[in-house]
């Protein structure tokens, strides 16, 4: 006993999330620091944003220093008055708000639906008065939310702007419509967490022809930097508001490397995600687990594996008692509704009881690309040992 002990603990610690190298990442920052073009707008720039226009039909897409960034971008664009309200889901990421806080709007919580984790569209209808600008839903774990919902509630909204936080979401499908399709704009991360990694970064997609120029401009400081360097103006100045929201052509270089490998990218994260799955699927009944749903519409990026916990008591005890096996998992998002400052910058209170009680039981499971399958066992032995200790 005492030395199978010590065999356990001298394993090394299986972590939760782990940046890699999955093609020609290194060549191409060095190809971008002897082309001597580091800043924004380069030729890396150029290829990582085809790709991503041509996977997503994008009419123009601006590499950004993150998600966050994208998003405030695109609350500019929006042009928000005093008293406008954007609606946001309570269980998302701070920046999905707060970006929009940030340009004047207060934000209206909405509830998410227990079978995605994606904004619950009947809550939506009814928080749909005439203050409201802008509805930000995210595809969590980069399962699409329900868009036909989202489509419905919004139909006679046709001045409400659909912004997706696609941080998750970059190569999924609602039906056969690509994730950061559906909004008027849409925001990706390429933060050292999500599927696809430069440390930190991100692009607004922009999915109306209508707002390209003006976003162009906000994007360069203000300036029409771009439609000089295009030929349309002979030369270039201040003309709006705006910030520095490019992504260094370097980072870019090393996100081209990535997005270059993502079929491989993919399979890899879609294997470790079923492995996982067949692995508890067997007694999920038995413990009372709720592993992901898939709906029929969605085709999955891949994002990450959760559970849902029966409680928060057990929750909490499977996460330090899996810890303790040296297995590292994760909570998720804290309610935004509830919050300091969620309950600062809201219009008014609205009641999240789904967020709030997700929240409570949610654990993610070490994920990246490469995690081994010999680890991967080693996560789910530690899980359901975690599990079954909280439950005795
Ligand atoms: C990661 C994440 C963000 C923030 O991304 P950054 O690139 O770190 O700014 C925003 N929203 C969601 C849903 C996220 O998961």
Redesign the pocket.
Known sequence: MPTEALAVTELPPIVFNRPSLEGAELEYVKASVDGGHMASSGPFSRLAGEALQKETGADEVLLTT????ALELSAMLLDLQPGDTVIVPSF??T??ALAFVRQGARIVFCDIEPHTLGIDTDHLATLLDDKVRAVVP?HYAGIACDVGGLRAALKDRPDVAVIE?N??GLYGRWNDEPLGSIGRFASL???E??NFGCG???ALLINSQGDVDRARVLYDKGTNRRAFFLGQVDKYSWKDTGASFGLSDTLAAFLWGQLEQHEVIQAKRRAVFERYLNLLTPSSDELGLRLPLIPDYAAPSWHLFYVLMPDRPTRDAVLSGMRTSGVHPAFHYVPLHNSDAGIRFAARSTECPVSADVAGRLLRLPFHNNLSETDSERVVDAFLSAVRDASA
Do not use: I, N, P
Not at 66 to 69: I, N, V
């Open positions: 993150s998600c966050t960034a998302t990421f920046t999905t995210v936080d941080a998750h991360s390429f933060h967490t999500k930190e970064g991100g």
